[in-house]
C-alpha cells in the first residue's frame, strides 16, 4: 500500500509542476499573440477592440502573473482551456478533439507493432545468440539511426513518386466526407501506410536490441538453468521463464512510449503533412498561440503521465518485489 501512496504523491506533484511550467513558459516566449491575431485579421478586427481580446483571452496588462495563474488554475478545473488564438472562436478543447484521433490511431498503432514485432524478434536472437541471426542486429542498428524525416523523404521518393503506390501527403482523400464508411476507412489506411510504416522502421529496432540485451542477460540465470533441467519445453522455458523476467524494461520504455503517442512524431506529421496533433502544437508554436500551447502541452504531459501510472501498476504485478515497503 506505501508503494502506491508514495507514487501517487510523486505523480501528483508531477502534474502541479507540469501544469505550472505550461503556464509560464509560452509567457517567456517572444512576440504578442493579441497583436498577431489582429494582423491576420487583416481589419476584420477592429485595433480598438485589443483590450477587450486581452481580457478575454486572460492576457490584460493590469491582471498580476499571479492572478493570471490562479484563474488559468480555475479554468482547467473545470474542463476549459480557453480559446484559440489562429482558429479563433473556436474553443482550444475542440481543436485538440479534431487532431489527437489522428495521431493516436496512426502513431498508436504504429508503435505497438513495432513493439510487439520487436519484442518477439529480440527474444528470438537474445535466446539464439550466436547464430545467423545475429547478423540482423546491424541492420536494424542502421534503420534506427536514419532519422524520421530522412526515412520518411525516402519513402515518399520511392513509394509514391517513383511507384505511384501511396499518396505524397494528407492524411484522407479530400474529395471525400469524413463519415464512418468503408470507403473513407480505406483511404485513411491509404493515407496513414507510408507515415506508419516510417515510424514501425525506425523504432523497431530499439525494441530488438533491448530485448536481445536482457534475453542475453536472463538466459543464464539459475532459474532459467533449473526450468530446463525439468524437462520443460523450450517454448516455456522461454516465454514462461526468460522472457517473462526480461520483457520487464521493455514495459516501462513501451509505456513511455505510449504516453508520447499522444505528442505524436512531429517531423513525420510534418513530412506527410499529416493532421495530428504534433502539426497543430508546431502551428501554435508559429502563432503565438498561447492556449492552444498550452493545451497541446497539456494534453502531452498527462497522456505520459498515465502512461507512467499503467507503467507501475503493470511492473508491480509482473515483478511483486517492486511493492516491497522499505
Request: proline share 5%; glycine share 8%.
Amino acid at each position: 500500500m506505501r508503494f502506491f501512496v508514495r507514487r501517487a504523491i510523486f505523480y501528483l506533484v508531477t502534474a502541479w509542476a507540469a501544469v505550472t511550467i505550461n503556464f509560464v513558459i509560452p509567457r517567456l516566449m517572444p512576440g504578442d499573440p493579441v497583436a498577431a491575431l489582429l494582423a491576420r485579421s487583416q481589419g476584420r478586427i477592429d485595433s480598438s477592440a485589443e483590450d477587450a481580446i486581452r481580457v478575454l483571452f486572460g492576457l490584460d496588462k493590469d491582471v498580476s502573473i499571479w492572478q493570471q495563474y490562479v484563474d488559468y488554475w480555475g479554468l482547467l478545473l473545470h474542463g476549459n482551456l480557453g480559446i484559440s488564438f489562429m482558429n479563433f472562436p473556436t474553443p482550444v478543447i475542440q481543436v485538440i478533439q479534431q487532431s489527437l484521433p489522428w495521431t493516436v490511431g496512426l502513431v498508436g498503432i504504429a508503435t505497438v507493432i513495432s513493439f510487439i514485432i520487436g519484442t518477439l524478434i529480440g527474444t528470438g536472437i537474445g535466446w539464439r545468440r550466436g547464430t545467423w541471426a545475429d547478423s540482423l542486429l546491424p541492420i536494424s542498428t542502421f534503420f534506427s539511426a536514419v532519422p524520421y524525416f530522412w526515412l520518411g523523404l525516402i519513402a515518399i521518393a520511392l513509394f509514391s513518386v517513383t511507384l505511384g503506390w501511396f499518396p505524397t501527403n494528407g492524411s484522407y482523400d479530400r474529395s471525400m466526407l469524413p463519415v464512418f464508411t468503408p470507403e473513407f476507412i480505406g483511404s485513411v489506411i491509404r493515407y496513414g501506410t507510408l507515415p506508419a510504416f516510417t515510424v514501425v522502421i525506425s523504432s523497431i529496432a530499439g525494441w530488438i536490441l533491448g530485448m536481445r540485451n536482457m534475453m542475453v542477460t536472463v538466459s543464464s540465470e539459475d532459474y532459467v538453468t533449473v526450468a530446463q533441467a525439468k524437462g520443460l519445453s523450450e517454448r516455456r522455458v522461454v516465454f514462461g521463464y526468460a522472457a517473462r523476467n526480461a520483457i520487464l524494461p521493455q514495459v516501462s520504455s513501451f509505456a513511455l512510449s505510449l504516453g508520447f503517442i499522444v505528442g505524436g512524431t512531429l517531423i513525420m506529421e510534418m513530412v506527410f503533412s499529416y493532421q495530428g496533433i504534433g502539426f497543430l502544437l508546431y502551428q501554435a508554436v508559429s502563432n503565438h498561440d498561447y492556449p492552444l500551447m498550452q493545451g497541446c502541452f497539456l494534453v502531452i504531459t498527462f497522456a505520459v503521465l498515465l502512461a507512467n501510472i499503467a507503467a507501475d501498476f503493470v511492473y508491480a504485478a509482473l515483478d511483486p518485489r517492486t511493492r516491497q515497503e522499505g
